[in-house]
């Protein structure tokens, strides 16, 4: 059976030819097609961004996508005459995604071949292939949450958040401060197993496994009352960060199994991560257990590993361990955990964990 393919996250457009009729320095461009109009708000609605590289003067082109009631739909424009390749691994380096969930999108098949040659890893399509785009499988997304459908207006909360930051003179916990966040873990909901499974699925420099639970393996551990299925969400002045984290946790006697953590590469600047294993730290100190987490090294989740270390996690023999099953690729973690102090820069909201949950 074919592997799934991966999914796009940002498609970058082209301007003249293809997301409006006709080449705008020389007649002014046209309209746009009720087509692509579709395309944008159906992937914008699926938690598809869109971007543009174009060769173009940028005041003139902005100001022609803002005429077109357009420009809301699009992050990050890079409108110059340079290289377009160039311009979408800037996209990609700005919202931090892997070159391979990126997508181009051109009339000309040069530029289509320019940027496939300096960066291989990117799907390129013609412009004639814009009514295809919503039923192929790299732009159709399993499951379509309530996050999906505003992700568009998150990342642009946050690049106004970056900028105030960027602006900032004072101390960065000052900043933080300033900022008004909360930090919500709750335990999910039958309503929110979607949300949990494209956690897992679009997590990866934050995802200590790499490893994707499926509905039906979320919907058994949620009826399995030695597990904990949590959710950490975010908001704060600016805005909901949605939802930005995903903890599996087993609770056994002797020691609480880590089974999966991932937090969204949005929110690491802010001390998410540090915040979640600083609160469960805290928890199981209560609780007068171990903490056991699985690790599995993959190309992008070295940011993963560096956060259990800080954290304290350290390979160590202990009895605790000889309770859980060897998994081949996965690395077992281990913690004697602390009381932890409460962090002087996140609102937490969050359940206790003393005693495992009912069956639901």
């Known amino acids: ?51 543009v590289s174009s060769k173009n003067d940028h005041d003139h082109a902005w100001a022609k996508l803002e005429a077109l009631g357009l420009a809301e739909y699009f992050v990050l424009p890079q409108i110059n005459w340079g290289r377009k390749s160039d311009s979408v691994r800037r996209i990609a380096e700005r919202l931090n ?22 960066l291989p890893e990117v799907r390129c399509y013609a412009a004639e292939q814009v009514s295809e785009l919503t039923g192929l499988p790299e732009f159709t997304p399993r499951v379509a949450t309530v996050d999906s459908r505003r992700r ?16 900032y003179t004072g101390p960065d916990e000052d900043f933080l401060r300033s900022l008004d966040l909360e930090m919500r873990i709750g335990r999910a909901t039958e309503d929110e197993l979607s949300r949990v499974e494209e956690l897992t699925l679009r997590t990866s420099q934050m995802n200590a496994t790499g490893v994707h639970y499926s509905d039906a393996d979320l919907r058994a551990l949620l009826a399995d009352p030695t597990h904990e299925v949590l959710v950490i969400s975010m908001t704060d002045r600016f805005g909901p960060h949605g939802a930005v ?21 949005r929110v690491v600047s802010f001390g998410a991560g540090a915040t979640i294993l600083r609160w469960l730290t805290d928890r199981a100190a209560r609780a007068g257990v171990h903490l056991v987490a699985d690790f599995r090294a993959t190309e992008r989740n070295r940011m993963m590993e560096i956060a ?36 002087t820069t996140i609102r937490l909201i969050a359940p206790e964990l003393g005693v495992p949950m009912p069956s639901q």
């Not at 990126?102 to 098949?109: E, K, N, R, Y």
């Not at 568009?152 to 602006?167: K, P, S, T, V």
Request: aromatic share 8%; glycine share 8%.
């Open 308 to 343: 259990y270390r800080f954290a304290g996690f350290e390979d160590a023999a202990c009895a605790c361990l000889a309770t859980l099953a060897p998994v081949d690729g996965i690395q077992r973690l281990h913690l004697v955990p602390d009381r932890q102090p409460e962090s």
């Open 152 to 167: 568009r207006q998150m990342y642009q909360a946050g690049f106004r958040r970056d900028a105030e930051r960027d602006g």
């Open 1 to 51: 059976m074919n592997a799934a393919p991966t999914m796009v996250k940002c498609l970058v457009w082209d301007l003249d030819n293809t997301l409006w009729q006709g080449t705008l320095s020389e007649d002014g461009a046209g309209t746009v097609s009720d087509t692509v109009r579709a395309v944008l708000h159906e992937l914008d609605t699926r938690g598809i961004l869109h971007a």
């Open 97 to 118: 995604f892997a070159l391979g969930t990126l997508a181009f999108i051109d009339d000309q098949p040069t530029e289509r071949a320019e940027v496939a040659y300096h």
């Open 245 to 265: 984290g995903i903890l599996l946790l087993d609770k056994g006697i002797a020691a609480w199994h880590v089974k999966l953590l991932a937090t969204s590469c």
